[in-house]
């Protein structure tokens, strides 16, 4: 299937699945904005902006499932690397300048979030090669991550309780925060 369809195939997907799983905002009164929400419980006790902001990014990391990975990639035309995904999807929906490396995004000055608290939007650090962490992706609800994998795939969700990827979490950081 070409990417285009896959990208297409995921947003729809994905709007099933939220229209299925959440109830809808309550009507705004007077020019208030509606709550935005995350995937599943996760968001009950996170502040609206945080919502909103975190909301941005799982779109933009989900729409992108299907590109295909590419060693110094930074963009959906060239393809993704794992750290250039992460620099991509925070600069152009949260309008955030993140460090371009793995080794430099897990020294950001940003909260630890433990593994039971993530939220959408935040994250997750991987130690697959061996030394500090050689992996990054973002969380995006319901024990879920995107990421780009390696060389010869594509961009991709993956369960964060597998047996693969429960091996090797290293940590979780939290750069998108509410007032």
Known sequence: MPVKSTKITVLLLLAALLSACASGPERSRGGEQPEVTGLGEEDTVLPGNLKA???????????????????????????????????????????????????????????????DHLYPGDLVYFNTLGGRVSHIGIYVGERR?????????????????????????VDAKRVLLGD
């Open 145 to 169: 991550f995107v990421h780009a994998p390696s060389s010869g795939g594509t961009v991709r969700m993956d369960n964060i309780d597998t047996p693969y990827w429960q091996k090797y979490y």
């Open 53 to 115: 902001a975190a909301n941005d990014v799982l779109f933009q990391a989900i729409g992108l499932v299907g590109t295909p990975y590419r060693y110094g990639g930074n963009s959906p035309e060239s393809g993704f690397d794992c750290s250039g995904l992460i620099n991509y999807v925070f600069l152009h929906s949260a309008g955030l300048k993140l460090p371009r490396t793995t080794a430099a995004l897990i020294d950001i000055d940003a909260p630890r979030v433990e593994k």
